[in-house]
C-alpha cells in the first residue's frame, strides 16, 4: 500500500478519534442536558442513555485503533502474521459490544413507554435509529467474521507458498 495513503488513513483515523472525544466529552452530555431542560420527564433515562452513548463511541474508537495497527502491520509488510488476528478480534468484539449496547437501546426503547412530548414521534424516530444501528452493527461483525476468515486462508496460503520457495 503506497505510504501516501496509509499517512492519509491514520490522519482520518485521528480526525474520527478526536472527534468522538469531543462527542464523548461535550456533545452527548449537552444534548442530553438540553433535552432534560426542554422535557424534564426525560430526567431518568439521561444518564443511562449518555453512559450507553459515550460506550457505543468508545467501540468506535477502540475498533478504529486496531484498524491503526493492522495499517502499521500493512506498511511493515507483516499483515499476514498471527498478530494481525488480534487486532481483526478487536474489531470484531468492539462491533459485538457496540451492537448489543444498540439492541439493549432498542429493547428498552421498545418497552419503557418513555413519555415524550407532542405526538411521540421522538421516541418513534428514536427506536428506529437504534433498530438501524442493530442491523448495521450485525452486519459489520458478520462482514468482518468473513474477513477474517479470508485473512486466515491468505496467512495459510502465504506460508504454504514460504515453504515453497
Same mark, same amino acid.
Given at each position: ?53 459515550? =460506550? +457505543?463511541? @468508545?467501540? %468506535?474508537? *477502540?475498533?478504529?485503533? /486496531?484498524?491503526?495497527?493492522? &495499517?502499521?502491520?500493512?506498511? !511493515? ?49 428514536? =427506536? +428506529?435509529? @437504534?433498530? %438501524?444501528? *442493530?442491523?448495521?452493527? /450485525?452486519?459489520?461483525?458478520? &462482514?468482518?467474521?468473513?474477513? !477474517? ?17
Amino acid at each position: 500500500m503506497h505510504r501516501l495513503f496509509i499517512v492519509a488513513l491514520r490522519a482520518g483515523i485521528v480526525a474520527a478519534i478526536m472527534a468522538g472525544l469531543f462527542g464523548q466529552i461535550v456533545v452527548i452530555p449537552t444534548t442530553a442536558a438540553d433535552e432534560v431542560d426542554r422535557f424534564p420527564p426525560y430526567a431518568p433515562f439521561a444518564t443511562p442513555y449518555v453512559t450507553v452513548a459515550i =460506550l +457505543g463511541v @468508545a467501540c %468506535v474508537q *477502540v475498533a478504529l485503533v /486496531a484498524v491503526w495497527m493492522l &495499517l502499521a502491520m500493512v506498511r !511493515r509488510g507483516a499483515i499476514f502474521t498471527p498478530l494481525a488476528f488480534r487486532w481483526v478480534d478487536t474489531i470484531i468484539a468492539s462491533s459485538v459490544v457496540a451492537t448489543l449496547l444498540a439492541l439493549g437501546v432498542t429493547g428498552h426503547l421498545a418497552l419503557a413507554g418513555i413519555p415524550t412530548p407532542d405526538d411521540g414521534m421522538e421516541a418513534i424516530g428514536a =427506536l +428506529g435509529a @437504534a433498530m %438501524v444501528s *442493530v442491523g448495521v452493527g /450485525a452486519a459489520f461483525a458478520m &462482514l468482518m467474521v468473513i474477513m !477474517r476468515s479470508l485473512l486466515r486462508k491468505a496467512t495459510d496460503l502465504q506460508a504454504e507458498m514460504a515453504e515453497v520457495v
